[in-house]
């Protein structure tokens, strides 16, 4: 039988009777002939919980014992599942990311997977079983457990998708698709019908927190069609794919937006060639993703240079950054939590005229200033106040009326 992978989100194993519905999808699946791997996320609120209460304990908890600790959350989650789906006469199991035969590097909290073996779990689905596996978790070289960071689930199964060779992935969740733009914000946002692999990776790295970034990379470098739906109606949902119906339409398919953004900028900075790469190497082995880089023009070989890192990485950066500024004789380093970014994407969207034009009126019409902007082929992202992103989405939302498929 064909595989198809499911995938669960926290609020869709929320408790007992969340489950039950859970395992009645899973079943009615197993029905129309497919053998079903499912990947769930940790009940509820449950690693939020965890974390909080290694935090009572230990101000600055190790991170191989964080992510020990963490991992016990789909533990939970994928073994109750096993027990819903035995009691409803489908038998199944529930297996670790480790048993499920899942490699990572030895990034504790943010590890990336380097393998799948997935001969346990073809063993299993050859005796008829559902296989529950555990996300977001997989073990090193070293023979630790390993976790992915937030959204580890959405790459997991996706993953094992790709490995096993399923004929597509489906990642159920509390919302019934892929919208224009956050419909909690724009509450006449629409449902795609399809997305590309290109749109979905720029609408989750820029803001929209329906898929993780990973998890579409992945889908696309492996051509893994993933259907966003809901687990709690029979919606059709969003299919995120690269087929051929996925043509240049130059236009835009949707608006994302991030509120966890900072900038550093360094002020008097030498520009002379090394400067650049002395700066962002440090914070590269730091573990610091910088987005958004503008360098001002050099007046008597001297200039500005601004970047954006997450609110979370912001400590981190001013750490590694501050050395570096006094060592080359820097002016000063500023920064500023309080911004966040809002984009367009669509595919041949910067080969046709008018959509910077159009955007731009948009928040100029709103009253919204333009701190910094970064562009892509299919994306346009404008750096703005954070108490003004909301308004912009509005804004954006109601210039481009977010055409029909």
């Known amino acids: 039988m064909a595989i198809v992978v499911h995938k669960y989100g926290g609020t869709s194993v929320g408790d007992a009777e969340r489950i039950k519905h859970v395992a ?16 769930v996320s940790a009940m509820g609120d449950t690693t939020d919980d965890l974390i909080a209460l290694a935090h009572k304990l230990n101000d600055c908890p190790e991170p191989r014992e964080m992510d020990v600790l963490l991992s016990t959350g789909e533990i939970v989650s994928s073994t109750l599942l096993a027990m819903a789906l035995k009691n409803m006469g489908q038998d199944a199991i529930s297996l670790s990311g480790q048993q499920a035969g899942i490699r990572t590097d030895s990034a504790h909290s943010k590890a990336r997977i380097t393998g799948i073996d997935p001969k346990r779990i073809h063993e ?24 992915l960071g937030r959204g580890g689930s959405d790459t997991t199964a996706v993953a094992l998708a790709a490995s096993l060779g399923a004929s597509r992935c489906e990642r159920y969740t509390d919302v019934d698709g892929v919208y224009t733009a956050d419909p909690r914000l724009i509450p006449d946002a629409r449902r795609l019908s399809e997305i590309s692999y290109e ?54 398919s949707g608006i994302a937006h991030d509120f966890e953004v900072a900038k550093i900028t360094i002020l008097g900075v030498p520009d002379k060639p090394g ?23 050099s007046q008597d070989h001297i200039t500005d240079l601004t970047f954006t890192v997450t609110k979370s990485d912001l400590g981190k950066a001013l ?26 994407i669509g595919t041949g969207m910067l080969n046709a005229p008018g959509y910077a034009a159009r955007m731009f009126k948009a ?12 562009t892509s082929e299919i994306r346009i992202t404008c750096i703005i106040e954070e108490d003004k992103v909301k308004d912009a989405v509005k804004a954006i939302h109601k210039a481009f009326e977010m055409e029909k498929d």
């Open 363 to 374: 928040l100029s019409d709103a009253g919204i200033n333009i701190l910094l902007i970064s």
């Open 275 to 297: 400067i650049a790469a002395g700066l962002f190497a440090p914070l590269a082995k730091a573990g610091v993703s910088v987005d958004t880089i503008v360098q001002n023009s």
């Open 199 to 252: 749109e979905m990776l720029e609408l989750s790295s820029y803001g929209a927190k329906i898929m993780h970034p990973r998890a579409v990379e992945i889908g696309q470098v492996y051509n893994i069609p993933i259907l966003v739906a809901s687990s709690f109606n029979e919606n059709p949902g969003t299919l995120i794919h690269g087929g051929e119906n996925m043509e240049i339409r130059n236009k835009v």
């Open 124 to 147: 299993e689905l050859d005796k008829g079983r559902v296989v529950i596996v555990a996300g977001f978790q997989g073990i090193s070289d070293c023979q630790d457990i390993t976790t």
């Open 24 to 39: 009645k999808r899973i079943i009615a699946a197993r029905q129309k002939g497919s053998d079903v791997v499912a990947v």
């Open 319 to 344: 750490e590694v950054i501050g050395p570096i500024a006094k060592e080359i004789q820097a002016r000063e380093v500023l920064s500023d939590s309080k911004i966040g970014k809002v984009s367009i």
